[in-house]
């Protein structure tokens, strides 16, 4: 079964702040996704990548950066935070050819 | 436009009674996944189903591509069956997935 971990699983950030969200998968997927979970909106894709060294845009990329340095770990990176990107932030990690995906335990973030 | 429909929004049953859950989708896909979710909580993969019907325990779901539809059956539910039920189709072909609004579903004693 897919192993997929987040870091940190809370954080308090003040706004204009940067902050890291975290994703480490150990199945060996190429594929990895950033969503966040608000009421009223659902689930919302923020960034994906294919693989190491590639990030693509999602459907609500603005205000974040991803990073895929390796295999295994894919980041969220929001570098100038604000109230509105409070949220529970999902990472996902599915292999190339099929769209089953596995969801790590979330991160709520609380932007000040 | 939402992508994936999902009904009913929330449904209250009492221990041991079936739960049907339906989705249906705006286009054409063959890719469908149902997940759980405590609030809060993780997302688990309860099936993948991209057609026919798939069961696993207590869980049967049902896709019909051609009717762009599918159903979770949920057979004597559970107190710990209380949770969020979302339905996830996928469009396109790079595996991205989008989601239902998910059925709250509340099963009392």
């Known amino acids: 079964e897919a192993a997929v971990t987040q870091s940190p699983r809370n954080k308090v950030a003040v706004t204009g702040g940067k902050v890291t969200l975290s994703c480490n998968q150990t199945?060996?997927?190429?594929?990895m996704y950033w969503y966040r979970q608000d009421t009223g909106h659902g689930l919302r894709l923020i960034h994906y990548s294919y693989g190491a060294g590639s990030t693509e845009k999602g459907d609500i990329p603005d205000g974040y950066k991803a990073s895929r340095p390796s295999q295994e770990n894919f980041s969220l990176i929001l570098e100038l935070a604000t109230p509105s990107q409070t949220s529970v932030y999902f990472c996902a990690s599915g292999e190339l050819d099929y769209a089953e995906q596995f969801f790590g335990p979330g991160t709520r973030l609380t932007v000040l | 436009e939402q992508q994936v429909q999902q009904s009913p929004a929330s449904l209250v049953l009492q221990e041991a009674e079936n739960a049907e859950l339906q989705c249906s989708f705006s286009?054409?896909?063959?890719?469908v996944q149902w997940f759980y979710q405590r609030p809060g909580g993780r997302l688990v993969s309860l099936l993948y189903?991209?057609?026919g019907t798939k069961q696993s325990g207590r869980l049967t779901s049902t896709t019909v591509i051609k009717e762009r539809r599918s159903s979770l059956h949920i057979s004597s539910s559970q107190i710990t069956d209380s949770g969020t039920y979302l339905c996830a189709m996928e469009r396109g072909s790079n595996n991205r997935i989008f989601f239902g609004d998910g059925t709250q579903l509340v099963v009392k004693p």
């Open positions: 286009i054409f896909t063959n890719q």
């Open positions: 189903n991209p057609s």
């Open positions: 199945n060996n997927h190429n594929n």
